[in-house]
Nanobody
């Protein structure tokens, strides 16, 4: 059974940085996507970016492009979300999620920011950005 566990959330001032971690266990595939999402109170879940674990390709949503970076350490089965220049409106619960098997040659596109394609989800970690 695939499990994802996020960590690294906390409180930070606007303009600051945080790095979130997502440990993926139980996945028998070596080619799949891990996406990062956030959901603020009363709002819909927003896709931030995604990484193909096999080929390392990434895609970012417009709201975070240039400020957030997704990376993966296969040896540790961990995916990271480095968040810089955080804004107060980015206070939310942050989630990581994994798909099933993907072709090792697949590109990562805006379509992969939809939560509907992800099968496995973590419980989330809270990020609070104070102004």
């Amino acid at each position: 059974q695939v499990q994802l566990v996020e960590s690294g959330g906390g409180s930070v001032q606007a303009g600051g940085s945080l790095r979130l971690s997502c440990v993926v266990s139980g996945n028998r595939y070596s080619n799949y996507l891990v996406g990062w999402f956030r959901q603020a109170s009363g709002k819909e879940r927003e896709g931030l970016g995604s990484i193909h674990i096999g080929n390392g390709r990434t895609y970012y949503g417009d709201s975070v492009k240039g400020r957030f970076t997704i990376s993966a350490d296969s040896a540790k089965n961990t995916v990271y979300l480095q968040m810089n220049s955080l804004k107060s409106e980015e206070t939310a619960t942050y989630y990581c999620a994994a798909t099933g098997h993907y072709s090792p040659y697949a590109d990562v596109t805006g379509a992969h920011l939809s939560p509907n394609i992800y099968l496995h989800w973590g419980l989330g970690t809270q990020v609070t950005v104070s102004s």
